[in-house]
């Protein structure tokens, strides 16, 4: 059993950064795809990013290039480094992972989420 506890969310003003990060507890994190997932009020979660255990990532359309996704398998973490925040990016934030691979992995364990607001 993986238990995932994220961190990092906050209010940011819009242009802001935000680092979020997750931390792993339990075997077999360095070889599962981890991902990060958003929910956003009257919305259903949406993928945002995902990398491998070999540090290969995939973005939705709408962050790439304003998020960065990283990991240190050592420290079973991952991070979501948030640059140019919109107040569309507003919503809680989840980490996920489990087996498979960059595109197509399963999501079979979940954090409790951090909440990212971005407003003036």
């Known amino acids: 059993q993986v238990q995932l506890v994220e961190s990092g969310g906050g209010l940011v003003q819009p242009g802001g950064s935000l680092r979020l990060s997750c931390v792993a507890s339990?075997?077999?994190?360095?070889?599962?795809?981890m991902g990060w997932y958003r929910q956003a009020p009257g919305k259903q979660r949406e993928f945002i990013a995902a990398?491998?255990?070999?540090?290969?990532?995939n973005y939705v359309d709408s962050v790439e290039g304003r998020f960065t996704i990283s990991r240190d398998n050592d420290k079973n973490t991952i991070w979501l480094q948030m640059n140019g925040l919109k107040p569309e990016d507003t919503a809680v934030y989840y980490c996920?992972?489990?087996?498979?691979?960059?595109?197509?992995?399963?999501?079979?364990?979940w954090g409790q989420g951090t909440q990212v607001t971005v407003s003036s």
């Open positions: 339990g075997p077999l994190f360095s070889i599962y795809v």
């Open positions: 996920s992972g489990g087996p498979g691979v960059l595109r197509a992995f399963e999501n079979r364990f």
């Open positions: 990398i491998t255990s070999g540090g290969d990532t």
